[in-house]
């Protein structure tokens, strides 16, 4: 089992850069996809973006693309999401979430979760 912890949330102005994090342990890390989602209270978790189990192939959501990107150190089980050009939409709750079945960008393909992290962007 693969116990997850986001950290990295918090308040920024639009436009503005966070560096959100996803630690893993137990299990074994390197040989999963790790993917980020994130879910507003009340509403449907949404994928972000996901990163293959060797760190070489990406996969982004169209409404950020452009403006996040991911990495990861098996190393130090840990996956990065970069958010850049942030806007006041994507105010919400941040997930990690591993997966042995690739760059899935559905939710019930992942197998563990984080407890998530509060980003808040004001305009």
């Known amino acids: 089992q693969v116990q997850l912890v986001e950290s990295g949330g918090e308040q920024v102005q639009a436009g503005g850069s966070l560096n959100l994090s996803c630690a893993a342990s137990g299990g074994s890390f390197s040989t999963y996809a790790v993917g980020w989602f994130r879910q507003a209270p009340g509403q449907e978790r949404h994928f972000v973006g996901a990163i293959t189990d060797d760190g070489r192939k990406t996969y982004f959501a169209a409404s950020v693309k452009d403006r996040f990107t991911m990495s990861r150190d098996n190393a130090k089980n840990t996956v990065w999401l970069s958010m850049n050009s942030l806007r006041p939409e994507d105010t919400t709750v941040y997930y990690c979430?591993?997966?042995?079945?690739?760059?899935?960008?559905?939710?019930?393909?992942?197998?563990?979760w984080g407890e998530g992290t509060q980003v808040t962007v004001s305009s």
């Open positions: 979430a591993v997966t042995d079945c690739g760059l899935g960008t559905q939710s019930y393909r992942y197998d563990y």
